[in-house]
């Protein structure tokens, strides 16, 4: 049994890739042609019906959408991995916290940036938007900037996948931005041995 990723190159399910491979679990991943449109098709849309990427199929065949959701579930069902702190710790409290945290306020500001006439059906409406979005996402990343003075990772000295969807969401802030401990993290994610392939795929040198 294996799960079945439908992803594309650069998106949130770049985390969802690299806690599978970490985890050493069989997958397969079925790349969706964005930009063309593929996610609104009749196909995908039996997927996921709200069409976007990424979605998981389970070994048993269910699916999951929303990427913090599949983060949470991996972590839990691949428990061998430590992807995470073990449920009911403290540990694990502050994981919940900072995976929430970055999904609700800086994943949401980058597609604010990105995709502006979702929140608005003003035209003139849109650039205004997009400057709350990047205002939002800049002080969502000066946030973690400031909680990794406590250790490298977010919880510290232990790795986990909130480190790797930290790594994600910083590369996707379209402007040079001075945060050197998020530029440390990413550039140790790029290199890992096991994931940094996985990086490069999505995200190439960046």
């Known amino acids: 049994m294996s799960y079945t990723l439908y992803s594309h190159k650069g998106s949130g399910g770049f985390v969802i890739e690299a806690a599978l491979t970490l985890a050493q679990a069989p997958h397969s991943v079925v790349e969706i042609d964005t930009r063309g449109g593929e996610q609104f098709s009749d196909e995908f849309r039996a997927i996921n019906p709200w069409k976007q990427v990424p979605a998981l199929k389970l070994p048993d065949g269910s699916i999951m959408t929303e990427s913090a959701a599949m983060v949470i579930h991996l972590a839990a069902a691949l428990p061998d991995a430590k992807l995470a702190p073990v449920p ?6 502050a994981f919940l ?14 597609l604010r940036v990105y995709y502006p006439a979702r929140y608005t059906d003003e035209m003139n409406g849109r650039e205004g938007v997009k400057r709350a979005g990047m205002d939002h996402f800049r002080r969502g990343l000066q946030t973690m900037e400031d909680l990794l003075e406590s250790g490298p990772y977010i919880l510290g000295e232990t790795f986990s996948l909130a480190d790797i969807y930290l790594a994600m969401v910083y590369v996707w802030y379209p402007e040079e931005i001075d945060l050197p401990r998020l ?6 994610i790029a290199r890992h041995p ?11 040198s960046q």
Do not use: C
């Not at 009911?88 to 409290?93: I, L, N, S, V």
């Not at 916290?97 to 980058?110: L, P």
């Open 194 to 204: 096991v994931i940094g392939p996985v990086w490069q795929r999505h995200f190439g």
């Open 88 to 93: 009911g710790t403290a540990q694990h409290a």
């Open 183 to 188: 530029h440390a993290l990413k550039k140790h």
């Open 97 to 110: 916290r900072w995976i929430i945290f970055m999904t609700i306020n800086i994943y949401e500001s980058d």
